[in-house]
């Protein structure tokens, strides 16, 4: 498991740390595909809500899972992408590439979770 929050490193950091566990602990995942999720997700952390972000990564035989955990209550709103100023392409490309998305809302805010499934992913293949 990789544990990882704002009060000990940043998002680059967090990024390339991400990208070691998959390759190391899930290989028949796309690390391509699961870095830009994070990617994604801690974007939307940083830019979209106050406060620390968690990022926490696990993956068995059955499913890779990445959950960003932040401060905002607020659930994440599709945006008609803005390719002229940018934005609004995330939250799509994060639904596109996972497996499936969920977000929970809990006390402290909420915890968007990212599953891929190898199963799922050699059928696509």
Request: net charge positive; proline share 3%; aromatic share 4%.
């Given at each position: 498991m990789l544990v990882l929050d704002s009060s000990r490193t940043n998002t680059a950091l967090a990024r390339r740390a991400a990208r070691r566990f998959v390759q190391a602990r899930c290989p028949w995942a796309d690390a391509n595909d699961v870095l830009l999720v994070v990617?994604?997700?801690?974007?939307?952390?940083?830019?979209?809500?106050?406060?620390?972000?968690?990022?926490?990564?696990?993956?068995?035989?059955?499913?890779?899972?990445?959950?960003?955990h932040d401060g905002s209550s607020s659930l994440p709103v599709p945006r008609a992408g803005d390719a002229q100023n940018g934005g609004g392409f995330g939250w799509g490309?994060?639904?596109?590439?996972?497996?499936?998305?969920?977000?929970?809302?809990?006390?402290?805010?909420?915890?968007?979770?990212?599953?891929?499934?190898?199963?799922?992913?050699a059928r696509a293949a």
């Open positions: 990617s994604e997700l801690l974007g939307n952390a940083v830019r979209h809500t106050e406060g620390a972000w968690l990022l926490r990564m696990s993956c068995r035989r059955e499913a890779l899972v990445v959950e960003v490309i994060v639904q596109e590439l996972a497996s499936s998305v969920t977000v929970r809302p809990h006390g402290a805010g909420k915890a968007v979770q990212a599953v891929w499934h190898p199963a799922l992913r």
